[in-house]
């Protein structure tokens, strides 16, 4: 009973070859899970049987099995997919340990309509994506490769590798790459089915893939296609702990704390927020804000239709094409509460056919105007000529949610040819073109222009302007009182077409010198190689999408940019084995490498960049190795940090420092804060930022260049099999520094610049604009800047901490036992934006000023650990994923010296400003408080706790061509 109350996975796996089932499962083996392998040797022996020219090892260039490169790498094997019958790759890898969740289904709200993967917590900029060890093309702006287009069917392994690979794979692999390997010289069908739901009976997915391979021309040639449809609906925010957004500042359920239903005008100075009351009968003192969570999701939808083929084929000896192309059309979208007017003011005529006659006095009285005539005759487009609504505030429920609809279609293609140049080298040369096309779609929005045209009516049929379609809106009534016809009239949808392109030229050389060191048995290897590549990008929104002012909630302006550059590179690499065989000297070997990259920008400007590498691994004695590589990587900026434009859109932000009576009594805060555009009356009463959402105006800068990054690694792996046979394991050490990096400013930076030595004349102070009517840092992105937030190559990023693996594999009598564990221990990191800015300590805390620049939050600690026991032709499997204990950045001891205002609450216990421990008194909001599982308890908000997850599988072979998974998914409901 317990499957079927927890979140089920079903998976069948049929085929006719040995490549549709993995061998581990036919041998009654258990299914290993991810690993960190000692060497990329070990890799080499996972894949499938092919000629050593088609060994690829991540991590290094040169393709001789033979050689093992200094690099850790973590490997997912292809039983471990299998266990987990994924939907995309995305959900393959953000388990990793020191793999930090990027873009993907978990996030709807600030999703770009792809999903990326973030290495170490440094950005989805500073990592690669590969196929086979080669590039394919990006779909945004800063250069990720949406992990849909990766056909998830055909993997046979994902190599993770966390570190600098600049001088391997080019200048943007700061942190490292993800290469996902493909089954090679596949041969015969399998066919593949998997369905995934939730208990409540939501969240289904479907997902079906056909692949079909085999050789001809008497072996010389191998060709293999595949086929794949995936299908997931989403989740809503229904569940009963999701039922309300909870305010961490005072423990109530809350939501948009001034977008409301019925409707909510900011009058300024003491009258402040005024709500029409249920009845939509009389403006009262603001009351209630309004609950999105229900309109929300956790899982966005997907639909996704794929096709993968590829070929080789031997001319002659010595001589092999190969081709291989892809297509992906994905469709994903995020559904998000409904549009609203945020703050824009407004005229509304006195005669306002839906405007009673209490109301109008109310509004007038609040703006000043005299009741009688002074009142009833302000029938005009003008806030002197009608009545002023200085800043309206209404959540438009009847129009639906809003959505955003992302249809990405990405064609990848490469040919190439290798030659034998000797019996132990080979060139290797290949072009390749990729596109990608992004339409996105945003529907379910209120067309600010049209909202002031309807409220200049006369009658509830006629507008007062010549629009000929225009319906007279209802805006004073209760929840629901904005018609069908109405809701047609202001409701719209803007566009956004993306088009990026890659086109790459690649030689390479490679193979070994024919000779070796005098205390070595193999020779020492080589890579040679040049390389060319050209980024294209492209961004057409539509007139609706540029209007800052025009569509309700969209977040900002999106405006057209067009940008790109090539980069030619050369490149080489060395693997010396120095001594085998000999006393304390099992092996060692030497590793070099370096690249030069020279960039041109279609603007003609251009910079160069130079990275190297240096290694060595030594083994003393068989079951101990150790291992270690500096890196110097130079990442060159990308299209999006160079060429886009600067715009006002949202940022996080909980607290202004002007905000409510913070400034009374101040004479220096208060100048401060009338510098930056608040109006003298609302001081004492300016507002927080609306939704914890200010804004903020950044972009991108043609000025930038190149940022440095030191990276190095040191390990050691034990496997003593004399010992204790089956076991092995593995520790590293990471640390990654980079310099000269490129950043813009958190909020909490932006406002420390200011509010540490408040002035009104500081440019610091005077760079940040306020909303003219509220004072506040929120309001119309057309009108308000907000916070200055623009990219420099001023940042400091820095990181370091260990990974470790333990496996172990054992028969006991008819059981085999299979346990493996791979964990990560992130020690710091650490970011600085500015030279001004706190040099903040983001592992194991979470706040806004990580998450904008560093992407999710980074744990201290995190860890999958797999027990799997075979039972001949059946495997019992159960994965255990911790995710560690992280803490509001306020709880830490140095929080005040980061420019923060409010109460250090480690130190002292008070709550503050932001932090807080509180019983959480129900909802505020139209749904009934018992129906929330927090009602009543006390939550402490300054801690996310650790959680344990675990996954539980079973696998059974069935006259080996067909296998069957079972699944839960979160097996204890956590």
Known sequence: MRFKNKLMTTSLLVGTSVLATPAFAQSGQPAPAVTTQADPQVQADQAEPTAESEVVITGTLIRNPNLVASSPVNVVNEAEITLRAPNNAEELIRRIPGVTPGIGSQVNNGSNGINSVDLRGLGTQRNIVLLDGNRIVPTLANGATDLNVIPVALISRVDVLTGGASTTYGADAVSGVVNFITNRNFSGIDARAAYKLTERGDGQSHRVDLTIGGNFAEDRGNAVISFGYTKVEPVYQTRPFALFGISSRTGAASGSSATTTPTNINFGGTTGYQQLNPGGTAFVPYYEGFNFNPYNIFQTPLERKSAYGAATYEIADGIEFYARGLFSSNEISSIIAPSGIFGNPLVVNANNPYLTPALRDQICTFNGIALGTACTSRTGSTATTGLPLPAVYRRLVELGPRIGNYQNNVYDARVGTRFDVTSSSSLDLSLSYGKSEQNQTNSGYVLNSRVQQALLAT???????????????????????????????????????????????????????????????????????????????????????QDPSELGGAGGAVLPFSGGYNVKEAYAELIAPIASDKPFFDELTLEAGVRYSDYKLTTGQGFDATTYKVGATWQPVDAIRLRGNYQRAVRAPNIGELFAPNVTGLTNLQVDPCALTNPVGNANLIATCLAQGAPAGQIGVIPNPVAGQANGTGGGNANLTPEKADTYTLGVVVTPKSILPGFSASLDYYNIDINSAITAPTPGDSLAACFNSPSPTSAACLAIRRNPVSGALSGPTGTVAGLPLYSTNQGRLRTNGFDFTANYDRDLGPVRLGLNLSGNYTRSLKFKATPTSYDRECAGYFSANCGPSLGQVQPKWSWT????????????????????????????????????????????????????????????TNQAPAKSALAGKTYDFNTIKAFDYFDLNAQFDIERRFQLTLGVLNLFDK
Do not use: K
């Open 865 to 924: 650990q797999r027990t799997s026991l075979g039972f001949g032709a059946a495997t019992l499997s159960l994965l255990w994923r911790h995710i560690g204990e992280v803490n509001y950045e306020g709880t830490a001891a140095d929080f005040l010296q980061r420019g923060f205002s409010g109460t250090n609450c480690a130190a002292t216990g008070n709550p503050g400003n932001s932090c807080s421990r509180y019983l959480f008194r129900g909802a505020v």
């Open 459 to 545: 009658s509830t049929t006629a507008c007062t302007v010549t629009t000929a379609s225009c319906v007279p809106l209802n805006l004073f009534g209760p929840t629901g009182s904005i018609t069908p016809a109405q809701v047609a009239f202001i409701q719209g949808s803007a566009n956004i077409a993306i088009d990026t392109q890659l086109q790459q030229a690649r030689a390479l050389y490679s193979g070994d010198l024919g000779f070796s060191a005098p205390w070595a048995s193999n020779p020492v290897s080589f890579a040679l190689g040049g390389e060319y590549r050209r980024y294209t990008y492209d961004r057409v929104p539509d007139a609706r999408s």
